[in-house]
């Protein structure tokens, strides 16, 4: 297993340009402006394969959506309004895409993902359905605002388990970066 620089998500000694291509890379603000033009990007990129291309957004979606709930680092936009900051990567290795979602989260946040992470990989794909159902019975007999399925959607698109990395910057904060692996 390979070790990383804590800051970044992607080294030099990770790519070789033979064998995989970096189709989108962003690094900034998760506004509403921001995901509609990597929206229409993905679905600019990947146009001649519909059926990859909706898995991807719809990932991209998700995991767009745990940067917005999670992020720390954010810019200030106004007075009252805060745009969570994150990084998005999606690279192709011949029939596999990689999508990296990845930002400055408080602890909590690194935990809970990390504790989901975890249950699904050690859960068979076959469960995943039952599992995102008891959360989400759950969720409503608690009355929370969310039930915290996405990652389990996410893991049933992608057909596989999210990769998770977490590296704790101090005791209030960690970069945690999630990748899709998606078949085409």
């Known amino acids: 297993m390979r070790t990383m620089h804590p800051f970044l998500i992607y080294t030099p000694e990770d790519y070789s340009p033979t064998d995989e291509t970096i189709l989108l890379y962003y690094h900034g603000a998760f506004d509403a402006a921001?995901?509609?033009a990597i929206g229409e990007e993905l679905k600019q990129k990947l146009q001649d394969q519909p059926q990859v291309s909706w898995k991807i957004f719809a990932i991209f979606i998700e995991l767009a959506q745990n940067?917005?709930?999670y992020a720390e680092e954010c810019n200030i936009c106004t007075r009252q309004h805060l745009d969570a900051v994150g990084t998005c990567?999606?690279?192709?290795?011949g029939d596999t895409y990689r999508l990296t979602m990845a930002n400055?989260?408080?602890?909590e946040g690194c935990e809970f993902v990390q504790t989901r992470c975890a249950e699904i990989a050690q859960t068979s794909p076959q469960e995943w359905r039952k599992m995102k159902g008891r959360l989400r019975k759950e969720a409503l007999a608690k009355g929370w605002d969310g039930a915290g399925i996405?990652?389990?959607?996410?893991?049933?698109?992608?057909?596989?388990?999210?990769e998770l990395q977490v590296y704790h910057v101090n005791d209030k904060v960690g970069l945690m970066s999630l990748v899709a692996n998606i078949k085409a």
Request: aromatic share 4%; charged share 15%.
């Open 34 to 36: 921001s995901l509609a």
């Open 67 to 69: 940067i917005m709930r």
């Open 89 to 93: 990567m999606l690279r192709q290795q």
């Open 104 to 107: 400055i989260t408080n602890r």
């Open 150 to 162: 996405g990652l389990i959607q996410t893991a049933i698109w992608a057909e596989n388990p999210l």
